[in-house]
């Protein structure tokens, strides 16, 4: 038997080429050798005000672009995370066994709340939402980028509470991620990473984003003022700009690059994004002409993934003594 993969990505903001490489990319590379549950967390979303109509069509967008970037819907499930119940339910049961304390360490939840006038209590239970979606499937394997690590690490320590506690229910994932995705940074501040939530115009490469504003949006990253890359002394900004392009093309070598003039050099990561954008946003427009198609593939993947929620559910009201 295959063994399972979970990830998920929220549908707020504008999905982005970090989100790409550093997750959605992977999930299509990997998908064929697991059985793969990709996941549209909009339960996660609202855990921050979101405005509903435009909630409704970015979950058929995110559903869109990650078939349009080689999510194979006859090999891999999508789902839409409040279309199967057992996440909230689960999500209840796992909060009463995690301590107040583990989340208010999570270093996410400190950076979004400084961020809120009210701080909402789902802004504090994001990550046993988090665990709730991984443990729902007993996920072996969980694909994230580097940020969530922190997350990971505290479903396997809820998980392993909740086991010693009520005896084996869950699968406790693996810590190290087998593939771990480019940590994508800022275009108009290399130093924090590029976020669905930050605005700033300059900030992130949108998948959407038609090529003129992609190649504007690389010409005018912020680098700092050496002439030429140099590979052995470059800064943060270059740095990342070499990331995006290796990630969209492994033609790109530091040795390809270095001594090249900024503008020059700018030119070719630009090149490298739009060859790897634009055959999605082809894809995309496809997927998107009948909006039919979408509903059917969320429909088909919570058909397929219902029967091993609910088994879950049950096994867990069953080993805290709740009504079955
Ligand atoms: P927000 O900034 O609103 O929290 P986000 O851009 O981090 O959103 P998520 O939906 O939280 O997006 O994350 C989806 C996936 O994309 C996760 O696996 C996450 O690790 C990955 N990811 C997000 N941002 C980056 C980035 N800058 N570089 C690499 N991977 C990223
Ligand atoms: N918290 C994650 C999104 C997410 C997720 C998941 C990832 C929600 N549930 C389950 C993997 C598995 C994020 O912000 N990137």
Not at 85 to 92: K, M, Q, V, Y
Not at 102 to 131: H, N, S
Not at 276 to 281: A, T, V
């Amino acid at each position: 038997m295959k063994a399972r993969v979970l990830s998920g990505l929220q549908p707020s903001g504008q999905l982005h080429i970090g989100n790409y490489l550093g997750a959605v990319k992977n999930w299509a590379e990997i998908q064929g050798g697991y059985e793969s549950i990709f996941c549209i967390v909009d339960l996660h979303a609202v855990t921050v005000y979101q405005e509903p109509k435009e909630l409704a069509a970015k979950i058929r967008e995110t559903a869109a672009l990650f078939l349009a970037a080689g999510i194979d819907p006859e090999q891999s499930s999508v789902i839409v995370q409040s279309s199967v119940s057992g996440h909230a339910e689960l999500a209840w049961m796992l909060t009463c066994v995690t301590p107040l304390g583990w989340l208010q360490r999570m270093t996410q939840f400190k950076a979004k709340a400084e961020k809120q006038e009210t701080i909402g209590d789902g802004l504090l239970q994001y990550p046993v939402l988090m665990a709730a979606d991984i443990l729902l499937y007993q996920a072996a394997i969980v694909p994230v980028g580097e940020d969530q690590s922190q997350h990971l690490e505290l479903t396997r320590d809820i998980a392993q509470r909740f086991n010693s506690l009520y005896g084996q229910t869950f699968v406790v994932p693996a810590t190290h991620l087998p593939i771990v995705g480019a940590r994508i940074m800022g275009l108009d501040d290399p130093t924090q990473k590029m976020s669905k939530s930050a605005t700033g115009s300059g900030h992130a490469i949108a998948l959407l984003d038609d090529l003129k504003t992609i190649q504007k949006k690389i010409l005018r990253a912020t680098t700092d003022s050496q002439p030429a890359v140099d590979v052995e002394t470059m800064g943060p900004g270059i740095a990342n700009l070499l990331t995006i392009a290796q990630a969209c093309d492994s033609s790109v070598t530091k040795e390809s690059v270095n001594g090249m003039r900024y503008g020059d050099f700018k030119k070719r990561v630009a090149e490298a994004v739009i060859a790897r954008l634009e055959p999605i946003q082809k894809r995309y427009r496809e997927v998107t002409a009948d909006p039919a198609y979408i509903d059917g593939i969320l429909t088909r993947g919570r058909e397929h993934v219902l029967p091993i929620a609910e088994d879950t559910v049950r096994k867990v009201k069953s080993a805290m003594g709740l009504y079955v």
